[in-house]
């Protein structure tokens, strides 16, 4: 059996070609990517009535606006390059400026809702709407942003979150204290910052943009309704933070560990509510509160997770849990978790109480509303409820770091380092090389250890290869298929433009392609284009294997432009 130090012993990372997309009129450029933005309403798109009241703008203004806008829109390059002929069936298309740290310019569409809604009126139909265009329009951007008003915005990315099961694409939830429109405003720089991390980086979560920070979507709150910093994250530090550069937060970015393509469930139960609870709450305002059709309830609870320890009260909570209740235990405090170290709290679980642990009230709430829906016993929705889904909870475990490690710190020691800053740098520089040697050499094991010692399964290597890249490379399935059981991406790029799939394509490997596919890699729509090519030329010529392997990766035999592949609503 080989060990990592067989690994590192190997040949060198092989590269097969580069898979180069030809471009034509009908093509994006190779320094553009697309970005849906779903336009919903709020504050940021409005304009003041005759009353100076704010009302959502007409259909079709904001689009004008932001093509006044050179921060947010480069009309030259939009006519010089025909972008508007190339994306013209999409409509409301506009182009940001070239970005200086990752060289792309992202190209964006904008959906426009009708009728545009002020956030206090979205209901679970909302959501509903958005995350089934997310999953229409799935793989034909590389990211997405939802523009939304700021008042339930919480709510929304926390159900976001748990309608898109294994997401692999960023979804950024954004909006702003101020209309756009205004000259002094937070909605241009919040747009503008959504768009870029959206399109530049892979964070496979629903997130929240506001202020600078990134944050998890179903780990924000809003907490302030007249300052540009409205939401914090309590219990998690933000994913991103954005000054003068873009610092993003790898360790904690939440990645689907599934083989499993992007699935959208929007069936929510809405017999869910939050019951607060106050010094002096009465039986008979929590009995009438539980009272059918009540499916689910979070109880509000004061410090850690104490309630008024009355025998009468919790023998009201514990007849509900009997009838099928299932009620989750939250505390009011902005920060902490629940515990069982008081009376008051332990009553509440005796009762039948789930403790809801360091869950925001409005991602336990989207939450339970989306696990009631669930074909499973109340224990096992209970259990559910217990453990994270999608990063929405803190996982007590605590994880193994590379510094920790005795490799590592042997290395230190020989390079006379003894900063935690310099071992960090020599920590970031030796994973991404090791685990990618192992990805080659199909040592599992290697991996494995690696991983045990805090390694990233996903970092990529001088050029942009991640270990997925070299594995799909190799052709070996079980390393594939172990790194996507790790949160490997599907859709990183190395430095030539390639994802995984280009390489297991380039490889003739079908196994691997098949993973891939299953997982939801896809060419995008301009890559189509040339594919399509690339497969008729193999039919003329009779290569019936190479023919083969391109319609696994999902290549039509019919090139298509992106105006068909992006359409338009």
């Known amino acids: 059996m080989s060990s990592l130090g067989q690994a590192l012993s190997r040949s060198r990372i092989s590269r097969p070609d580069a898979f180069q997309v030809q471009t034509t009129p009908s093509q994006p450029l190779d320094d553009e990517v697309s970005v849906l933005v779903i336009y919903t309403g709020g504050t940021i798109g409005m304009v003041e009535d005759d009353k100076g009241a704010l009302i959502p703008a007409p259909p079709g203004y904001l689009i004008k606006y932001l093509r006044s806008l050179p921060i947010l829109h480069d009309e030259q390059y939009a006519q010089d390059k025909h972008v508007y002929d190339r994306y013209k069936p999409s409509g409301n298309v506009c182009v940001l400026p070239l970005s200086k740290e990752k060289k792309k310019r992202v190209v964006y569409r904008i959906l426009e809702y009708d009728p545009l809604l002020d956030s206090s009126n979205m209901t679970p139909a909302d959501w509903e709407k958005i995350a089934k265009d997310i999953e229409k329009y799935y793989e034909q951007y590389i990211g997405f942003v939802v523009m939304h008003g700021t008042d339930t915005m919480a709510f929304t990315s926390s159900a976001l979150s748990f309608m898109c099961k294994n997401l692999g694409k960023p979804v950024i939830v954004t909006g702003s204290q101020l209309p756009i429109y205004q000259l002094r405003t937070d909605g241009r720089d919040n747009l503008l910052v959504a768009l870029l ?328 729509p301009a890559e189509m284009v040339d594919a399509g090519t690339k497969l008729h030329s193999l039919a003329a010529s009779g290569d019936s294997e190479g023919l083969e392997i391109w319609k696994l990766a999902g290549v039509d035999p019919k090139p298509t432009g992106v105006e068909s592949a992006t359409g338009s609503k």
């Open 197 to 524: 991390l959206a399109g530049q980086f892979i964070i496979p979560e629903v997130c929240l943009y506001f202020n600078q920070k990134l944050y998890r979507g179903n780990r924000v709150t809003k907490v302030d309704c007249a300052s540009f910093k409205a939401f914090t994250s309590p219990n998690l530090p933000p994913l991103a933070d954005v000054e003068t550069d873009i610092k993003i937060n790898w360790d904690i970015i939440w990645r689907p560990c599934k083989t499993e393509k992007l699935t959208v469930d929007t069936e929510l139960n809405s017999n869910v509510g939050v019951l607060r609870f106050f010094p002096g709450i009465t039986d008979e305002t929590v009995k009438a509160f539980l009272q059918p059709p009540m499916a689910g309830v979070i109880l509000e609870t004061f410090g850690s997770g104490n309630a008024p320890d009355r025998k009468s009260l919790m023998y009201i909570i514990c007849q509900a849990s009997e009838r099928g209740v299932i009620m989750i235990n939250c505390t009011q405090c902005l920060r902490g978790s629940v515990t069982d170290a008081y009376v008051g709290s332990a009553a509440l679980a005796k009762a039948g109480v789930i403790p809801g642990f360091d869950m925001t009230p409005e991602a336990a709430l989207s939450k339970l509303s989306y696990v009631l829906t669930k074909d499973l016993s109340i224990a096992q929705k209970k259990e559910m409820m217990k453990c994270s889904l999608r990063g929405e909870l803190t996982d007590d475990s605590k994880k193994p770091k590379l510094s920790d490690s005795r490799f590592v710190q042997a290395i230190a020691e020989s390079l006379s380092i003894k900063t935690d800053e310099e071992l960090g740098a020599v920590r970031d520089a030796l994973t991404p090389t090791l685990v990618c040697v192992a990805a080659k050499a199909g040592d599992i094991e290697a991996l494995e250890a690696l991983k045990e010692m805090g390694s990233d399964m996903i970092m990529a290597d001088y050029d942009g290869r991640t270990p997925l890249h070299v594995a799909a490379c190799e052709g070996h399935v079980k390393v594939v298929e172990y790194l996507l059981s790790k949160g490997a991406s599907v859709y990183a790029r190395d430095c030539y433009g390639e994802t995984p799939l280009h390489t297991a394509v380039h490889g003739g490997h079908k196994d691997v392609v098949k993973l891939l596919r299953k997982t939801g890699a896809h060419f995008s």
